[in-house]
């Protein structure tokens, strides 16, 4: 064979050796294609619209498949998978927390009573704790956020099933890790409520407005330049300030009480040395 011929004949082992080993990385392995494919269907199917019934089906079938994994691989050890196993784990965890909410949001909606307050359906209150929501009524918002949590671990979940990814060595973030990030994007409107709010309280003094605010961030907001104020006539800082609440660490609530004014209508938020005002929400129950 000539050295031409021989240089031809590397270059096509080359090029069809390389495709064929990307194309057996490409696919899943047989003891694998079960719990994949399971949770293939469960993410389309959130992704396109599901019933719930349909949705306890997928859940039953992704836990059966995921339990089946497991077995196999208790007798057949294997580091790499085993950590795959343990976050489809995980992941199914998710799923049901989601479902939790969900049927909270099919009773609410149901219910005569129509009460939709979170704290009715103490286990949706749990699981929205749990993610590090601020939400205060039950709602398809408190499921369709633990879904795209899920979604962010996707791409390494399905990395471990094709063996491009390791999960021992490139772990997807945990749900605490998920939910730090989700408080570190949210602002002082999206995690702190002005509860109990009420203009028009008479007491011996006269009439007052009353109520609190609630800080659910998870974070406090004394360590930055903002103040909680209430002002009269306008917004800061051509308004008159009628109260500077001060701060208000996490997890906590501050109580006020000040003289009625027809032209007070919320609380404000201030932030120090950055012109930026915003109004807080008004939780009434």
Sequence with gaps: MSRLAQAFAVILCIVFCGCAKQDK???????LQGSYKSLKA??????????????????????????ALD?????????????LVE????????????GTAWKAEIEASSSLLKRRDLKSYPQAELVALKYGMTE??????IVQNIWSLIGERAPVLHGAFYGTVDLNLQKPKTIDQ????ALAKKGVADCVEVEDWSPDVKTP???FIVGKIVNRCGKSFNSVPITFIIWRGGDHPSGELVRDLGGIGPGAEKTFRIPYSA???????????????????IVHH
């Design 25 to 31: 990385q490409k696919e899943v392995p047989a003891f």
């Design 42 to 67: 469960i993410e389309g199917a959130t992704a396109v619209g599901v019933t719930y019934a349909d949705y306890l089906k997928l859940l039953q079938e992704m836990s059966a498949e995921v339990l």
């Design 71 to 83: 077995d196999y691989l208790k007798a057949n050890p294997s580091p790499q998978y085993r950590a």
């Design 87 to 98: 976050e489809l784990d995980r992941v199914l965890t998710m799923y049901v927390d989601a």
């Design 136 to 141: 205060r009524l039950v709602s398809m918002r």
């Design 178 to 181: 998920l939910r730090e990030a």
């Design 205 to 207: 003094e006269g009439w």
């Design 263 to 281: 032209d007070i209508t919320g609380v404000r938020y201030k932030a120090v040395g950055e012109g930026r005002t915003g109004v807080l929400p």
